[in-house]
Nanobody, 124 residues
Framework: QAQLVESGGGLAQAGGSLRLSCVAS????????MGWFRQAPGKEREFVTA????????LYADSVKGRFTISRDNAKNTVYLQMNSLKPEDTAVYYC?????????????????WGQGTQVTVSS
């Protein structure tokens, strides 16, 4: 069973930066796209960004475009989320997700593997 473990969350001030990491371990399963989603209290889980297996294709939510950057290192089975110019509305639990196949998608239903989440809190 594959496992995803996020790290790097914490407290940041508005305008600051954080970098999240997600490591895939356990049974590896060929090529897989990965994504980041987030869920704020009382809200549904929403798409943030996703990346293809090769890294050539990246998707971003409009709310984070130009501020967040997704990348991956397949040799380390790791995906990263660099978050700059953070805003209080970025406060949420951030989840890493993986799906079999190379193509990234925006919907949670396309991802079969999920991490436990890491809290990101941005103060104003």
């Amino acid at each position: 069973q594959a496992q995803l473990v996020e790290s790097g969350g914490g407290l940041a001030q508005a305008g600051g930066s954080l970098r999240l990491s997600c490591v895939a371990s356990g049974r590896t399963f060929g090529t897989y796209a990965m994504g980041w989603f987030r869920q704020a209290p009382g809200k549904e889980r929403e798409f943030v960004t996703a990346i293809s297996w090769s890294g050539d294709s990246k998707l971003y939510a409009d709310s984070v475009k130009g501020r967040f950057t997704i990348s991956r290192d397949n040799a380390k089975n790791t995906v990263y989320l660099q978050m700059n110019s953070l805003k209080p509305e970025d406060t949420a639990v951030y989840y890493c997700a993986a799906r079999l196949g190379s193509t990234p998608f925006r919907s949670t239903t396309n991802y079969g593997y999920w991490g436990q989440g890491t809290q990101v809190t941005v103060s104003s």
